[in-house]
């Protein structure tokens, strides 16, 4: 009898532990709770951190984030008013401000990012299909550094005013969601372009004026470094012809002023001496004869001629 009563009494003591237990819950400093019985939320949001309890088995605790959150959109392919095809691809920042109200219209974090989809992406395109690509891109109408290459470019965005700007923009879209994400308790707290791109058709064909730009720009610089080179050679050719004359001129000078004064010299030997004077002359005519004749050489000289007389026999035979 005793052994059927402690059994009876364990189990109500499990059966109340368990009761215990499901009736508890804890709520993190980062997280706020709506309980709901059979379905339908019941009392105030619980936003307090600690433990709270709850009807076990009737009511359930359904767990929200306080913190920030992200939407990352999809990429999606936009005209702009200036009919540019581009790729918009978009973030956010939002976190849950009413968990009552989230929980009545969107149930959960994924019912919220199928309707931040739709509203974002939504007012994204209608911002950007109302305004130039400029207006996109740019977001203030601060002076560029423009190469002279560029300069001469007719059609370029960068000459284009812009009236809005990417900040501006960015927060027209935000004004414009935010109304409608409070009435699903999301408060938006911020949007930016991640990423804007040209589609694929345009980026040909961006590429391809880039890359005939580019050459003609090349073949300038060619043209302009081959003149250059030209006019260098040319100065180059002139000042070596300038120089070799020159040093010509100076070469002349030196040998025409040598041979001078070696003829003064053998001037001035050749009158202090009558002996030395046939000497002299002995030594010219033999060095005439080394220059100008050799072994297959022959000559037809009269005997009484200067250079024929050295040759005759001084005995008379």
């Known amino acids: 009898m005793n052994k059927g009563k402690g059994i009876f009494i364990g189990v109500i003591l499990v059966a109340g532990l368990i009761a215990i237990f499901s009736a508890a819950f804890i709520v993190k400093e ?61 973030y956010a920042r939002w976190r849950i401000i009413d968990p009552l109200l989230f929980f009545q219209r969107v149930r959960d974090e994924r019912g919220a990012q199928t309707r931040l989809d739709d509203i974002l992406d939504g ?9 130039n690509l400029v207006e996109i891109i740019r977001s203030t109408n601060r002076e560029m550094e423009v190469s002279e290459e560029l300069e001469e470019l007719q059609e370029s965005e960068i000459d284009l005013d812009i009236q809005l ?12 969601a935010v109304p409608r ?14 990423r804007i791109n040209y589609v694929a058709e ?44 020159e040093a010509y001129r100076q070469a002349q000078e030196i040998k025409g002023k040598a041979d001078a004064e070696a003829t003064a010299i053998y001037a001035r030997a050749y009158d202090q001496n009558p002996e030395s004077r046939d000497f002299y002359r002995f030594l010219k005519t033999m060095d005439s004869y080394k220059n100008t004749l050799s072994e297959k050489d022959w000559l037809l000289l009269s005997t009484k001629g200067d250079f024929f007389k050295f040759l005759q026999d001084r005995s008379g035979k």
């Open 30 to 90: 980062t997280e706020q709770v709506i309980i709901t019985q059979l379905g339908k939320p019941v009392g105030d949001p619980v936003t307090e951190p600690g433990i709270h309890f709850k009807i076990p088995l009737i009511q359930e605790a359904n767990f929200f984030d306080k913190r920030f959150l992200a939407w990352d959109g999809d990429p999606n392919q936009i005209p702009t008013k200036d009919k540019r095809f581009i790729w918009v691809d978009c």
């Open 123 to 131: 007012e994204t395109r209608n911002a950007v299909a109302n305004n």
């Open 165 to 176: 700007g990417r900040e501006k923009l960015t927060r027209q879209i935000i004004d414009a």
């Open 181 to 194: 994400l409070q009435v699903l308790g999301i408060e938006l707290l911020d949007l930016r372009f991640k």
């Open 202 to 245: 345009v980026q040909k064909k961006i590429y391809e004026r880039m890359i005939s730009e580019r050459k003609r720009i090349a073949e300038k610089f060619r043209s302009e470094g081959q003149g250059e080179a030209a006019k260098i050679q040319g100065d180059r050719e002139r000042d070596l012809k300038k120089i070799e004359s």
